[in-house]
């Protein structure tokens, strides 16, 4: 296996000759793009993949390094603050701490092959030592382990042909967002809502275990918050604990007062800890968790895959993103989950 194209010391090699625009067009059908760099590349990281995982599926367009997509956090959707050459985190990693999930507090394990056993600790016995001269007591703590299975995470987006035949670095800064929205998103609703169904992971909201709360009247009130934090706590959830909730959960909530001249939601922070919103969470509901007990588990590179069929609607290239994925709730009882605002 080489490392030539992608590792840490090639990312400006990368930055200068990788064009995911090229590859777009290639599969699309255009011979007269060379992706000859970036098809070594793709085989390079099958290899590495193959390796790990004797059983894995052979790509169906072009593996993507993780190197050549950082460029999607240089500006613009993702913002500022990790430049191309930083190539410390693998892009996934990257694109999961600029999401709702990963700006709350969401875990994530990179580079993975195969099956793998999550431990998850249940309960931790407490005791005491009598006196100063007394060996302490040898304590085994309950632990179960969850199995991450990959899923394959598989989203549509659309290049428009305007896009792909420009040849700037600003042009495949801007594809290699486009790229990473669409991923953001699929993962952000798989973490959430995933039904453990049909190829998707099982999200937080179906997950068994996860807590309940009921509004204690009509509409939501300062008690109804406490409560909520107080199921989390009692369970000694409290790590990165933060709220996610719809955008008009959102609204309501800087519009109720708490009985001591103050909203319930304020300057983006609820009873003391950071509040998100997100169109993806379903319509009604609200969660508060320490969202470290969240694990994003990641297998292998991006596969990038174009739907040669004619897009009548936009004249663009349709373009299919795979990529590996489950998601682990370590400890549900971590998750208060209820329905803040009638639908």
Not at 197 to 212: A, F, K, R, Y
Not at 260 to 268: D, F, M, S
Request: charge should be negative; aromatic fraction near 6%; include cysteine.
């Amino acid at each position: 296996m080489s490392t030539k194209y992608y590792g840490p010391r090639d990312a400006k090699t990368i930055r200068n000759r990788y064009s995911i625009i090229n590859i777009i067009r290639c599969l699309n059908g255009d011979e007269s793009v060379d992706v000859g760099f970036e098809a070594e590349i793709s085989r390079d990281l099958e290899l590495a993949r193959d390796k790990g995982n004797k059983n894995a599926s052979p790509p169906r367009g072009f593996l993507i390094p993780s190197v050549a997509l950082m460029r999607a956090f240089d500006k613009g959707t993702y913002g500022t603050g990790l430049v191309a050459t930083d190539t410390t985190r693998d892009f996934i990693s990257a694109l999961a701490s600029r999401t709702i999930l990963g700006r709350a507090g969401m875990d994530v394990i990179s580079g993975l092959r195969g099956d793998v056993k999550i431990p998850r600790e249940i309960a931790v016995e407490t005791y005491w030592l009598d006196g100063e001269n007394v060996n302490a007591t040898e304590v085994t703590p309950t632990v179960d382990v969850k199995l991450a299975t990959p899923h394959t995470c598989g989203c549509m987006t659309s290049i428009t042909r305007t896009l792909l035949e420009q040849t700037s670095g600003a042009a495949e800064d801007y594809v290699a967002q486009i790229v990473a929205k669409s991923i953001g998103r699929n993962i952000e609703k798989a973490c959430l809502n995933g039904t453990g169904n049909d190829g998707q992971p099982l999200g937080i909201l179906n997950t068994e275990g996860v807590q309940s709360v009921s509004l204690a009247g009509e509409t939501i009130a300062k008690a109804d918050v406490v409560e909520w934090v107080h199921k989390a706590l009692d369970e000694n959830a409290d790590g990165a604990n933060a709220w996610i909730t719809t955008p008009d959960v959102l609204k309501a909530l800087r519009t109720t007062d708490d009985g001591h001249n103050h909203y319930l939601a304020e300057n983006g922070m609820m009873e003391g800890y950071p509040l998100f919103a997100s169109n993806l969470c379903p319509e009604g509901k609200m969660i508060f968790a320490d969202w470290s007990q969240l694990l994003l588990a990641n297998w292998g590179e991006l596969d990038l895959v174009v739907d040669r069929r004619p897009n009548a609607t936009s004249g663009g290239v349709r373009v299919l993103l795979l990529q590996d994925v489950d998601v682990v709730v370590k400890n549900p009882k971590a998750f208060v989950v209820g329905t803040a605002l009638a639908e």
